[in-house]
């Protein structure tokens, strides 16, 4: 899972407003760069072009990010802690394991038709293919990704073995991304595929309740 946490900043106590302000300031730095990202791209994101964004001064932004890549790394990081988030989220909600395994599928799916979030994978591929930081940083990104998939599948099918497991997670998480090229924000979706994200989540609850080979 994500090795940093990126919290809520309700019910601040006066003793932890130091620290917590300085998380708060944090956040939204994160938050207004993968929004830049996703809707600008890397070429025209920058420290400065952030701190003007966040109101901060080009010198404290860079006490907390010394460098783009830094700051790139840190974000793609906060990115997948809300993934984490929301998987938390719904587990809470409900004690079904399938019903939480569908809703975090229908989420996956609706959040591709969200132009920032579009925006930020378009991005990531681009820069990942010809960047091999960054696209050591995506590998790890989509770890944490496969991982939570797999403690979904884990906790509705416990008797499905590790291989299999990791299999059918990263199985999942293609089909999953593989949609954002036809259903994602701005694309056109094709004909006579009205009922397609339904079937996507019945295909991919099947992969997870299933061990039997393909």
């Known amino acids: 899972m994500t090795n940093q946490q990126y919290d809520?900043?309700?019910n601040i106590s006066p003793r932890k407003l130091k620290r917590k302000s300085s998380k708060k300031?944090?956040?939204e730095i994160l938050e207004?760069?993968?929004?830049?990202?996703?809707?600008?791209?890397?070429?025209?994101?920058?420290?400065?072009?952030i701190a003007v964004i966040t109101g901060i001064h080009l010198k404290t932004l860079q006490h907390y990010f010394p460098t783009k890549e830094i700051l790139i790394k840190s974000t793609l990081e906060y990115v997948i802690s809300l993934y984490d988030k929301k998987v938390q989220e719904i587990s809470t909600h409900s004690s079904?394991?399938?019903k939480n395994f569908k809703n975090y599928v229908k989420y996956l799916i609706e959040d591709t038709k969200n132009i920032q979030t579009a925006g930020f994978f378009y991005q990531l591929w681009a820069m990942s293919y010809v960047d091999e930081k960054t696209n050591n940083i995506m590998n790890k990104m989509y770890l944490d990704h496969t991982n939570n998939i797999e403690n979904l599948i884990e906790t509705l099918n416990p008797d499905m073995g590790n291989h299999m497991r990791k299999h059918r997670a990263v199985m999942i998480a293609a089909l999953i991304e593989g949609m954002m090229l036809f259903v994602g924000y701005g694309k056109k979706r094709p004909k006579n595929t009205a009922h397609i994200e339904k079937e996507i989540v019945a295909l991919c609850t099947n992969l997870a309740v299933s061990n039997n080979s393909l």
């Not at 207004?32 to 072009?49: C, I």
């Open 8 to 10: 809520s900043l309700e």
């Open 25 to 27: 300031r944090n956040l």
């Open 32 to 49: 207004a760069t993968r929004v830049l990202l996703s809707e600008k791209g890397y070429d025209k994101l920058s420290l400065r072009k």
């Open 96 to 98: 079904d394991p399938e």
